[in-house]
């Protein structure tokens, strides 16, 4: 049963709640045998390092043996538990996401001393968006100057109001934690079932069975929000939130001798360099030396395999439903599903958002070139919001990235891990182009300065935002064979490649209309080589509009704050598109470029005090506004010359 140990804005706080639980035995005597909670980190000392230094989780992942205690729903039920430790970053939240989709259920951490903070929201937001079913703890309740009556009204109002308090809570002279037997705190289960609230108003007693029944079906409904409170760090209250766990958070998937489906949700390379793939094997079994088949791909012989089990991890001959496997290869890809697709309990999460800022990297010694190119390589492999390539051009490294935390990160990893120092420029902004109005345009053979044995012409029409670019060719394979339609192709997506301002070229469709070969000096070559000279003619007579990434945004500040936050907004480019007040805070929705972002979150932070909290997903690319951010073009001695002979005639 794989759960989440979601860290609320707190990263050493989950940590140390973390930290209590691992091979502890519980003093409670449970039919004569205690209590067992083990666990083992999947994460590599670099990145649980990296982790503690910026308060973030980049990946991990855990496994219990838990011995419920006469759970409510699971009486005296042994059950593994299966921990993935989510990161926390916005940087990283479509790893969340991807991560989340393979949880059972979550368990939302927050601080008793510091309250529902930015990343709390942040993360429950993200639970709420894929219906994960979530507990929340309340933890450090043994800390000086709590209240909790306000911790739980802040839950209320800034998560959810659909929350049932689980404990009555003492704090003095000691801390007493006892369960809450008052018949007022099922309200919110109540309240939502028709029968149970006839029953509540006409006074008619009500079966805690039918109370608990109706709970846990709305726990995994994701409607309904359990709270518990303790001390992760002195063990108290830990076991109600174990019981908790095994009761309440259901296995997904079809349970018995369904066909066999799992996915793959995490990648990472061992320090002695070997592939890993983490799967959730969703039903049925995997056994070893099994072949099985990986959707739309090729057969994977299961030659080696591995679990998470008290502690270790171990290998083992066969996996059953619910596990998550651990197998070595070369060839499996993140979200790659094994067996039958069509009985994935939940959507996967492919929605990876595209990487928003570039940068180029070098190391400090060429000698190590190589050596970074691999660990990039790798990096890249474990993480698809990170994308690597070599310019064909001028050779330089470019990573391109989502946020400035994913760049520290990969920069810390390369230093401790493989043990490379680097030279990382400025990161800036990645921009696109559009065509602005339908063109075309045509290069004909022997008319100079055409220097290629070849015609081509070529039309450009603007698509709508967001629709990429597509290809079309109207010259007949009879006339002009495959590796010259090859050639144009490979001409005009290089052409795409920098645009009139210098950046890729999307949202638009080009079509070969025209060709002209002359046997036998043809060859693909002078196709290849003409296609983005024609590309770049018709693109100078559309024009195009320079496009660039933005957010759509949430952003919650505290009420007295609503004039500025709402003023302050063009001054980031942002637009306010809705406001609502909710109690003492004031919520706005807009968009804002995301060069802006940060500056925009740093002068709330400050003004505010830290109290606002500011949400964002990526919207897509939209016209930019300002003066256009012009990119120098790279070099080409091959073309070059020739584009500049024909921008003199034209």
Not at 38 to 57: A, C, I, P
Not at 235 to 261: K, N, S
Not at 282 to 311: C, F, H, N, Q
Request: glycine share 6%.
């Amino acid at each position: 049963m794989p759960f989440g140990a979601v860290k609320g804005g707190q990263s050493h706080e989950n940590n140390q709640y973390w930290n209590s639980c691992p091979c502890r035995r519980w003093k409670d005597d449970l039919d004569g045998e205690p209590a067992i909670c083990q666990r083992s980190h999947f994460r590599t000392g670099e990145r649980r390092k990296r982790d503690n230094e910026d308060g973030h989780h980049v990946f991990g992942a855990a496994a219990w043996d838990y011995h419920s205690s006469g759970s409510h729903f699971l009486p005296g039920h042994r059950c593994k538990v299966n921990i993935v430790d989510t990161p926390g970053h916005m940087d990283f939240l479509a790893e969340v996401y991807r991560s989340l989709a393979v949880l059972d259920g979550a368990i939302l951490v927050i601080s008793a001393k510091d309250g529902v903070q930015a990343q709390t929201r942040i993360l429950f937001h993200a639970l709420r968006k894929m219906n994960i079913p979530t507990v929340i703890f309340i933890n450090k309740i043994d800390q000086a100057g709590v209240d909790l009556q306000s911790v739980v009204q802040s839950v209320r109002d800034k998560l959810s109001a659909d929350i049932i308090i689980k404990q009555t809570v003492s704090l003095s002279p000691e801390i007493v934690l006892e369960e809450n037997t008052d018949i007022e705190a099922w309200d919110a289960v109540i309240e939502n079932n028709d029968e149970l609230l006839e029953k509540y108003i006409a006074g008619e007693p009500i079966s805690r069975e039918k109370l608990a029944r109706e709970e846990q079906q709305r726990v995994q409904d994701a409607s309904l929000f359990p709270v518990y409170h303790g001390s992760a760090k002195n063990g108290l209250g830990i076991q109600p939130l174990m019981d908790a766990v095994t009761g309440l958070f259901q296995p997904i998937g079809e349970q018995g001798g369904a066909a066999l489906c799992g996915s793959v949700f995490k990648v990472e390379y061992t320090d002695c360099g070997q592939r890993r793939v983490y799967l959730r094997l969703y039903s049925g079994t995997l056994r070893l030396r099994d072949t099985v088949a990986l959707a739309g791909r090729e057969k994977l012989k299961i030659t080696e395999m591995r679990i998470p089990s008290k502690g270790e991890i171990v290998r083992t001959d066969t996996a059953y439903q619910g596990e998550i496997v651990i197998l070595p290869s070369d060839s499996v890809r993140l979200n790659d599903v094994l067996g039958d697709q069509t009985r994935l309990p939940r959507k996967r999460w492919r929605e990876d958002p595209l990487p928003m800022l570039r940068t180029t990297i070098a190391p400090k010694t060429a000698a190590q070139r190589e050596r970074l190119l691999d660990a990039l390589t790798q990096l890249a492999d474990t993480d698809p919001l990170l994308r690597c390539e070599v310019d064909s051009i001028t050779h330089e490294i470019i990573l391109s990235f989502l946020g400035r935390v994913q760049l520290e990160v990969v920069s810390a990893l390369l230093s401790e891990k493989y043990k490379l120092e680097t030279v990382v420029k400025e990161p800036s902004v990645i921009y696109m182009e559009r065509p602005l109005k339908a063109a075309s345009h045509t290069i004909h053979i022997e008319v100079p300065p055409n220097p290629f044995w070849a015609s081509i012409g070529l039309s450009v029409t603007p698509l709508s935002l967001g629709s990429g670019v597509q290809y079309e060719s109207r010259v007949s394979l009879g006339y002009l064979n495959q590796s010259f339609q090859n050639a144009v192709r490979d001409g005009i997506r290089y052409g795409l490649e920098q645009g009139l301002f210098g950046w890729n070229v999307t949202d638009c469709k080009i079509c070969f209309e025209y060709g002209l070969y002359y046997s036998p000096v043809s060859t693909p070559a002078d196709f290849r080589s003409l296609a983005p000279i024609v590309l770049e003619q018709a693109l100078k007579e559309s024009g195009t509009q320079l496009l660039e990434p933005y957010l759509s945004f949430i952003l919650y500040a505290p009420q007295e704050y609503l004039s500025r936050a709402y003023h302050d907004a063009p001054k980031y480019c942002a637009t306010i598109e809705t406001a609502q007040v909710k109690k003492d805070e004031v919520v706005f929705t807009g968009e804002i470029p995301a060069r802006c972002i940060q500056a925009y979150r740093t002068d709330l932070a400050f003004y505010t005090n830290g109290r606002s909290v500011c949400l964002t997903e990526l919207k897509g690319y939209q016209a930019a506004v300002g003066q256009p951010v012009i990119q120098p073009r790279r070099p080409n001695s091959r073309l070059d010359k020739v584009r500049h002979m024909f921008q003199k005639v034209m």
